[in-house]
T-cell receptor
Framework: GEDVEQSLFLSVREGDSSVINCTYT??????LYWYKQEPGAGLQLLTY?????DMKQDQRLTVLLNKKDKHLSLRIADTQTGDSAIYFC??????????FGRGTSLIVHP | KAGVTQTPRYLIKTRGQQVTLSCSPI?????VSWYQQTPGQGLQFLFE???????NKGNFPGRFSGRQFSNSRSEMNVSTLELGDSALYLC??????????????FGPGTRLTVL
């Protein structure tokens, strides 16, 4: 089946930029998503990008998509301690069923 | 507007028992999807209900079932529980059908522990 890969951990200092990377295998991916999960909570949609775009910016968040390499990244500018959470990459291809990565734990040090 | 609510939040069962989890979507949302989250397998799609009908199904055994009521509330049932069913079960609601282009709003989840 299709697969989505993410690194498990990322540690950054407060005020720095964070870049979380994701690779996927589904060549028919239509939408790609970034979700945030805080302890004890469900997933919160941060942003999504349609597969015919290569960049999307929303305040401190920048999503870059390299469709040729099937690589998606999420950049968080001026990372704050409140950004500490698990970040999930997800994609949907030809089916309605989403495939999620395992999640990247972002740890922000003061 | 109230968010997605799930009950109960925590549940402990023993092997062989069955369990029913409940999800109340955001008012006006007609789609409810269920996901299983475990450390080993990550987040996996179980099924989606829209207008009381199951529309999409993930790769889970028949012990996992669900239903949706006319008010869009949904229940998920797991029969003959196994240790491997221990997980966080997340419910998400959306206005339209499917994941494509529809923002899903997630509940806090039900933590099921099977002993």
């Amino acid at each position: 089946g299709e697969d989505v890969e993410q690194s498990l951990f990322l540690s950054v200092r407060e005020g720095d930029s964070s870049v979380i990377n994701c690779t996927y295998t589904d060549s028919s991916s239509t939408y790609l998503y970034w979700y945030k999960q805080e302890p004890g909570a469900g997933l919160q949609l941060l942003t999504y990008i349609f597969s015919n775009m290569d960049m999307k910016q929303d305040q401190r968040l920048t999503v870059l998509l390299n469709k040729k390499d099937k690589h998606l990244s999420l950049r968080i500018a001026d990372t704050q301690t409140g950004d500490s959470a698990i970040y999930f990459c997800a994609e949907t291809g030809g089916s309605y069923i989403p495939t999620f990565g395992r999640g990247t734990s972002l740890i922000v040090h003061p | 507007k109230a968010g997605v609510t799930q009950t109960p939040r925590y549940l402990i069962k023993t092997r062989g028992q069955q369990v029913t989890l409940s999800c109340s979507p955001i008012s006006g949302h007609r789609s409810v999807s269920w996901y299983q989250q475990t450390p080993g397998q990550g987040l996996q799609f179980l099924f989606e209900y829209f207008s009381e009908t199951q529309r999409n199904k993930g790769n889970f055994p028949g012990r996992f079932s669900g239903r949706q009521f006319s008010n869009s509330r949904s229940e998920m049932n797991v029969s003959t529980l196994e240790l491997g069913d221990s997980a966080l079960y997340l419910c998400a609601s959306s206005l339209g059908l499917g994941f494509l282009g529809n923002e899903q709003f997630f509940g806090p989840g039900t933590r099921l522990t099977v002993l």
